[in-house]
């Protein structure tokens, strides 16, 4: 498969997971990885909402919102509220809003720990999870 | 017309073979001898790897392209609509407007069947959409045009037929897919073993397909599930992609 087949692949997995076209939101020419403590957890629909304090390297703390999955599906991959611990050091990777804002999708969270999940709305970055279950 | 109805009679004898192969015995039945469809469903739209305390993994489904019908001449326009600028129209999801059926079916959300000898009823976590379909009744013979359509059953050995008409010009399928309000479905349950079914849905839409043409899914029971609160509306933010941060950063 080329590159080309595999980016289009992953574009349309996004456009079909969430309840809204994932590219009228996010920018996926923009991704992002950043490590801050999570601040505030909203387990709301139709998405949830963490905020990250990102602290840069002169010490100034930018506060940034990551939208993820919904609670429901979320919660029947096995990932509830109590897996994410405000207070925690979080890393989260995703792809920045469109408008510039400090918000962004939240599509794999890694914890200080090095565990890792899939919360967001690409299935197609964590291929494992469809052929084996998932592990405690 | 006639050509049409006999690829649909032959369409549904398809799964007759099928059927025939499914483990009789292992099929949980109600008292009067009718397969048991109750409980909490993991729908098309899950991997069905049941994991430990019963998880199982939402995954992106859609109609598979290679399984549909051609398109009528003309029909592309209809079929694949042209952002218009409108979210409303161009991705009506987005404002909490409902799936609809079928798209509601690949939703990956749980699915709940509630089931006495005379109706069934869907409910779909999604949205909180539902449908009460009754058993062994005639569509009504005007039928508004809705999102959910007007569903009657029967059953056809140990396999429920599921029969809908009435549905407005909706979003097929997320990427932007539609059908128009021809569409009929026959939506064929059949247990494969104790806890899974095959769900193989005709999609027969005469202004858009040369003729109908099926796709065959399965659905996963889970034991532990509930259905859970779903409200779309509840923290709706950036719609149409304008994420403020006045929107977002509260």
Same mark, same amino acid.
């Given at each position: 498969?080329?590159?080309?087949?595999?980016?289009?692949?992953?574009?349309?997995?996004?456009?079909?997971?969430?309840?809204?076209?994932?590219?009228?939101?996010?920018?996926?020419?923009?991704?992002?990885?950043?490590?801050?403590?999570?601040?505030?957890?909203?387990?709301?629909?139709?998405?949830?909402?963490?905020?990250? &304090?990102?602290?840069?390297?002169?010490?100034?703390?930018?506060?940034?919102?990551?939208? +993820? %999955? !919904? #609670?429901?599906?979320?919660?029947?991959?096995?990932?509830?509220?109590?897996?994410?611990?405000?207070?925690?050091?979080?890393?989260?990777?995703?792809?920045?809003?469109?408008?510039?804002?400090?918000?962004?999708?939240?599509?794999?969270?890694?914890?200080?720990?090095?565990? &890792?999940?899939?919360?967001?709305?690409?299935?197609?970055?964590?291929?494992?999870?469809? +052929? %084996? !279950? #998932?592990?405690? | 017309?006639?050509?049409?109805?006999?690829?649909?009679?032959?369409?549904?004898?398809?799964?007759?073979?099928?059927?025939?192969?499914?483990?009789?015995?292992?099929?949980?039945?109600?008292?009067?001898?009718?397969?048991?469809?109750?409980?909490?469903?993991?729908?098309?739209?899950?991997?069905?790897?049941?994991?430990?305390?019963?998880?199982?993994?939402?995954?992106?489904?859609?109609?598979?392209?290679?399984?549909?019908?051609?398109?009528?001449?003309?029909?592309?326009?209809?079929?694949?609509?042209?952002?218009?600028?409108?979210?409303?129209?161009?991705?009506?999801?987005?404002?909490?407007?409902?799936?609809?059926?079928?798209?509601?079916?690949?939703?990956?959300?749980?699915?709940?069947?509630?089931?006495?000898?005379?109706?069934?009823?869907?409910?779909?976590?999604?949205?909180?959409?539902?449908?009460?379909?009754?058993?062994?009744?005639?569509?009504?013979?005007?039928?508004?045009?809705?999102?959910?359509?007007?569903?009657?059953?029967?059953?056809?050995?140990?396999?429920?037929?599921?029969?809908?008409?009435?549905?407005?010009?909706?979003?097929?399928?997320?990427?932007?897919?539609?059908?128009?309000?021809?569409?009929?479905?026959?939506?064929?349950?059949?247990?494969?073993?104790?806890?899974?079914?095959?769900?193989?849905?005709?999609?027969?839409?005469?202004?858009?397909?040369?003729?109908?043409?099926?796709?065959?899914?399965?659905?996963?029971?889970?034991?532990?599930?509930?259905?859970?609160?779903?409200?779309?509306?509840?923290?709706?933010?950036?719609?149409?992609?304008?994420?403020?941060?006045?929107?977002?950063?509260?």
């Amino acid at each position: 498969m080329s590159k080309l087949a595999i980016v289009g692949l992953l574009l349309l997995s996004s456009a079909a997971f969430a309840h809204h076209a994932y590219t009228a939101e996010f920018d996926t020419t923009k991704p992002i990885k950043l490590t801050g403590v999570l601040r505030r957890l909203e387990w709301t629909n139709p998405h949830i909402w963490l905020y990250l &304090d990102v602290k840069d390297e002169n010490g100034k703390i930018t506060s940034w919102g990551f939208s +993820a %999955s !919904p #609670p429901g599906m979320l919660t029947r991959r096995g990932i509830t509220k109590t897996s994410l611990k405000l207070g925690e050091v979080l890393t989260i990777s995703g792809h920045r809003a469109k408008d510039g804002s400090n918000n962004a999708s939240g599509n794999i969270v890694t914890f200080a720990d090095g565990r &890792d999940a899939l919360i967001g709305q690409d299935q197609a970055l964590r291929p494992a999870e469809l +052929a %084996s !279950p #998932p592990q405690k | 017309m006639r050509t049409r109805l006999a690829m649909l009679v032959a369409l549904s004898s398809l799964s007759l073979p099928a059927a025939a192969q499914s483990n009789a015995k292992a099929v949980p039945r109600m008292p009067d001898g009718k397969p048991n469809f109750n409980g909490v469903w993991a729908g098309p739209a899950f991997a069905h790897n049941v994991g430990p305390n019963d998880t199982d993994t939402p995954v992106v489904t859609n109609f598979d392209p290679r399984r549909m019908a051609p398109l009528l001449a003309g029909a592309e326009k209809m079929f694949r609509q042209a952002p218009t600028g409108d979210v409303r129209h161009d991705d009506p999801t987005e404002l909490c407007l409902p799936d609809g059926h079928p798209r509601e079916a690949l939703a990956p959300y749980a699915q709940q069947i509630v089931q006495t000898p005379d109706t069934i009823v869907w409910l779909y976590e999604y949205m909180h959409f539902f449908r009460v379909i009754p058993m062994n009744k005639p569509h009504p013979a005007d039928v508004d045009s809705t999102f959910m359509g007007d569903a009657v059953a029967k059953w056809d050995g140990d396999t429920l037929v599921i029969d809908t008409i009435g549905l407005r010009e909706w979003t097929l399928a997320a990427s932007n897919q539609w059908h128009s309000d021809a569409l009929h479905t026959v939506e064929r349950l059949r247990y494969i073993d104790a806890t899974t079914v095959s769900y193989e849905i005709l999609i027969d839409d005469s202004k858009l397909f040369t003729k109908p043409w099926s796709q065959e899914f399965q659905m996963k029971l889970h034991p532990t599930w509930k259905l859970l609160e779903q409200v779309c509306e509840e923290n709706n933010r950036c719609e149409s992609g304008k994420c403020t941060p006045s929107d977002v950063q509260k």
